[in-house]
């Protein structure tokens, strides 16, 4: 994938540099197959995950969605989410604007959407999730001047996802039905970013 796709879509997301979070520093990391495909397939097959995900099996499966996205044009990131040094999650960052999401809602220009899971079962539970989503969705709302709302649509089954959504500012704004779930869009709004634009 071209660098200046990536630029020019999602305003060089691995450069965005870290958070400050109350547990620890938070950064960013876009995914190298070669590097991170072990890692990511391990969580892929948690259970909890997997319920979600439906990216359990083989490597090959996981890799196969990585490789979809940094083959492609830009408009998904799929990144590491990295406390102090450790990785404790997969994130995709992704204009939700330009994603087939957009036909199932009021699409604004530059809407920027947000895909996570945490880890290890050792990290869910304790509020972390919550926090770092209210650290990237800053993060978003920060670094992308042109982004005025962070877009997700968690399952509605999921609702460990989505109190983690609303504690992180989000806002439950309709039910959708896309192909492969039924949603809640939650919307996290400029006004709530917690830092400057």
């Known amino acids: 994938m071209p660098a200046t796709d990536t630029e020019t879509l999602l305003d060089r997301v691995g450069e965005w540099g870290p958070a400050a979070t109350p547990a620890g520093t938070f950064l960013l990391v876009?995914?190298?197959?070669?590097?991170?495909?072990?890692?990511?397939?391990?969580?892929?097959?948690?259970?909890?995950?997997?319920?979600?995900?439906?990216?359990?099996?083989?490597?090959?499966?996981?890799?196969?969605?990585?490789?979809?996205?940094?083959?492609?044009?830009?408009?998904?990131?799929?990144?590491?989410?990295?406390?102090?040094?450790?990785?404790?999650?997969?994130?995709?960052?992704?204009r939700a604007d330009l994603d087939p999401l957009a036909r199932h809602y009021p699409a604004r220009p530059h809407d920027t959407g947000i895909h996570l899971l945490v880890g290890d079962a050792a990290h869910r539970g304790r509020g972390l999730g919550s926090m770092l989503l209210g650290a990237v969705a800053d993060l978003i709302l920060e670094k992308r001047s042109a982004c005025r709302r962070v877009i997700a649509e968690p399952d509605l089954r999921n609702t460990a996802s989505l109190s983690a959504f609303l504690r992180a500012g989000f806002r439950l704004t309709t039910e959708v039905e896309l192909p492969d779930k039924r949603a809640a869009l939650m919307v996290r709004e400029r006004t709530g970013c917690r830092t400057p634009p």
């Not at 044009?73 to 960052?93: A, F, K, M, N, Q």
Request: charged share 25%.
């Open 30 to 94: 876009p995914v190298r197959v070669e590097r991170d495909l072990r890692l990511v397939s391990r969580w892929m097959n948690d259970p909890a995950v997997a319920a979600f995900w439906k990216l359990s099996g083989p490597p090959e499966v996981t890799e196969r969605h990585l490789r979809a996205q940094l083959d492609g044009d830009g408009r998904s990131v799929p990144c590491l989410g990295v406390l102090d040094g450790t990785p404790i999650g997969y994130w995709e960052i992704y």
